[in-house]
């Protein structure tokens, strides 16, 4: 089974901190995403990548940016959190679009 | 741009009822559509898809969805629920177009199963 590892279930952070969310994938996938999750709203894509430096601007990228520089790794950064940015977290890879998505496990991240 | 409607926030249900989670999509190509389950205090996991062929899809956990296009609809069914299935559900569009298969997702509905 593929695996999508996120490096912390939960984080709290100061507000104006930097900070990193991490995902690794285990399959050899190109393709990975960052997406959060608020209650009300589902899911909402922050950005994407289809290949090692490379990345795409989602629906909601502003405060954010990413870093993929190994095809396994996907970082999100949070360049100078907000309270506004408190939400869970979650990364995703998939080999194609037919295929779907593996998620990890999220990343509850508290702003404070 | 694709766009997802989940109909129903929330849908109360007993045990061993059949249920129907709704779904309506939009989108100006060819789509892939997706369910997805989320238990409490984890992430999502894929229910089933539809991508091409027979419109009536079987997934995992007796769960089945009907692609009907020209409703541009994607309804998930359960014949007979269980308490374990109560959980946060997902429905979700892919283009079939472009670079990377970005899904779009709905709001979410969440089903609770009593007794």
């Known amino acids: 089974d593929v695996k999508v590892t996120q490096s912390s279930r939960y984080l709290v952070k100061r507000t104006g901190e930097k900070v990193f969310l991490e995902c690794v994938q285990d399959m050899d996938h190109e393709n990975m995403f960052w997406y959060r999750q608020d209650p009300g709203l589902g899911l909402r894509l922050i950005y994407f990548?289809?290949?090692?430096?490379?990345?795409e601007k989602g629906d909601i990228p502003e405060g954010y940016s990413v870093s993929r520089e190994k095809k396994e790794r996907f970082s999100l950064i949070l360049e100078s959190a907000s309270t506004n940015q408190t939400s869970m977290y979650l990364c995703a890879s998939s080999l194609s679009a037919g295929v779907g998505y593996t998620f990890g496990s999220g990343t509850r991240l508290t702003v404070v | 741009a694709q766009s997802v409607t989940q109909l129903d926030s929330q849908v109360p249900v007993f045990e061993e009822a059949p249920v129907e989670l709704r779904c309506n999509y939009s989108?100006?190509?060819?789509?892939?559509l997706f369910w997805y389950v989320q238990y409490p205090n984890q992430g999502l996991q894929l229910l089933l898809k539809?991508?091409?062929?027979?419109?009536l899809v079987k997934g995992i956990n007796g769960f089945e969805a009907e692609f009907n296009k020209s409703q541009t609809s994607f309804h998930l069914r359960k014949p007979s629920v269980h308490i374990s299935d109560t959980a946060e559900y997902f429905c979700a569009v892919s283009e079939i177009t472009g670079t990377a298969s970005k899904l779009t997702f709905g709001t979410g509905t969440r089903l609770q199963v009593t007794l």
């Open positions: 989108s100006s190509v060819s789509v892939y």
């Open positions: 990548s289809y290949d090692v430096k490379m990345k």
């Open positions: 539809y991508l091409s062929g027979s419109t």
